[in-house]
Each structure stands twice: as structure tokens, then as C-alpha cells.
């Protein structure tokens, strides 16, 4: 089993719809980001986050650290929207540098 | 630079060439980092260098994969020996520190193709 595993391996919405993605974790801790990679392979940081809820824009990631889950959150979607979301976390305990990544999941948004 | 660069962007060989792939980081970061990301895979970390410490390099699949950081700034991942299973997209990312609340910014990626 991956230590970090993320749900729905795809997703296709419309235009409109909140869209959530679901990211599972099996070891602690210390912080979590979430990735975006369009098609072309551009990798941008959306989030990183240890506790709570954060918010950019339309774009919106919470954590909960006794459940090992995160989830991250598009309201009002758009096709720009479409691309590759991937959670990665930075284990508790080991050296800074080190991310897991998820196996990430196709987002794709329809007009 | 603005950003993170790297080169090449694409890069073509064969099996059993040695071949050398190059990250520039934004200026003034300390930590750089190497991932992998194979066709149909996940991200996967290969190495990683902050400021002057030894670098961590538990994620480097076999001895014929090797990097260095010149002058805390550029750094060069090396492969000899190229094998087929080597072909995959390498991304370069870098913070201003390693620590985990540091915004890590990736580079386009090297797309590495071992014929």
C-alpha cells in the first residue's frame, strides 16, 4: 500500500461544479502540499499546509492531522482548471527535503 | 533567473551513454532538489541538497545515478550507463530552505529518452 494515496485516480466535471479531491495518508506528518501539473508538465505549487484550512482564490485545501486526510476543494470550476492534482507530503521525523508523492489525480473539466 | 531552469528539455540517447542533466535554481536558494516521474508513475525523489550539509540522497535508484551542487548554486544529475528504464521526465524544484514550511518551485523537467 502507497503511504500517501489520493481519490479519484480521474475526475471529469463541467463547467461549474465544486470539485473535491481526496488525499489519504499512512504516516505522520509535518507538512503537506498540493501540486498542480498541467499537460506539457509544468509543476506549480497550489498549497502547503500542516493544520486547518487554507484559501486561494476558487482553490481551497484543509488537513486533518488526526485522520491523516486532506482534501482540496475547486469551486466554481473551469476547463483552465483541467490538469493533474498531486498531494505529496514531507513525513515527520525524516529529512526536510524529502517529499511522497500521491499517484496523483487527471482533473478534467468540460465547457 | 525568475524561475528554475533546466537543460536540456529533451534529451535522447542510448542505452548505455552516460548523459548529464543540468538545474539552474532561483537565486538566493539554498535547497535543490531532483525528482522523477516516469511515464505512468507517480513523482518520485531522487536527491536532495541544502546549503553546504551533505546532501540526501536515499531516493537514487542505483550507483550509476549521481549529483552534484558546484558553489551552492547549479547542479548536475548525472546517469551512466543508461538503461531503458531510465526514460522518464527529471524535474528539478528549489527553496529558499529546506524546512518543511518552505514553498518548494520546480523547473520544466528534463525529458530523458534512452533508445
Known amino acids: 500500500k502507497n503511504e500517501v494515496e489520493q481519490s479519484p485516480q480521474n475526475l471529469t466535471a463541467q463547467e461549474g461544479e465544486f470539485i473535491t479531491i481526496n488525499c489519504s495518508y499512512s504516516?505522520?506528518?509535518?507538512?503537506l502540499h498540493w501540486l498542480q501539473q498541467h499537460p506539457g508538465g509544468g509543476i506549480v505549487s497550489l498549497f502547503m499546509?500542516?493544520?486547518g484550512k487554507k484559501k486561494h482564490g476558487r482553490l481551497i485545501a484543509t488537513i486533518n492531522i488526526q485522520e491523516k486526510h486532506s482534501s482540496l476543494h475547486i469551486t466554481a470550476s473551469h476547463p483552465r482548471d483541467s490538469a493533474v492534482y498531486i498531494c505529496a507530503v514531507r513525513a515527520g521525523g525524516t529529512s526536510y527535503g524529502k517529499l511522497t508523492f500521491g499517484q496523483g489525480t487527471i482533473l478534467t473539466v468540460h465547457p | 533567473g525568475a524561475g528554475v531552469s533546466q537543460s536540456p528539455s529533451n534529451k535522447v540517447t542510448e542505452k548505455g551513454k552516460d548523459v548529464e542533466l543540468r538545474c539552474d535554481p532561483i537565486?538566493?536558494?539554498?535547497?535543490l532538489y531532483w525528482y522523477r516521474q516516469s511515464l505512468g508513475q507517480g513523482l518520485e525523489f531522487l536527491i536532495y541538497f541544502q546549503g553546504n550539509s551533505a546532501p540526501d540522497k536515499s531516493g537514487l535508484p542505483s550507483d550509476r545515478f549521481s549529483a552534484e551542487r558546484t558553489g551552492g548554486s547549479v547542479s548536475t544529475l548525472t546517469i551512466q550507463r543508461t538503461q531503458q528504464e531510465d526514460s522518464a521526465v527529471y524535474l528539478c524544484a528549489s527553496s529558499l530552505f529546506a524546512g518543511e514550511y518552505n514553498e518548494q518551485f520546480f523547473g520544466p523537467g528534463t525529458r530523458l529518452t534512452v533508445l
Open positions: 537565486s538566493g536558494h539554498t535547497a
Open positions: 499546509l500542516s493544520s
Open positions: 504516516v505522520g506528518i509535518s507538512a
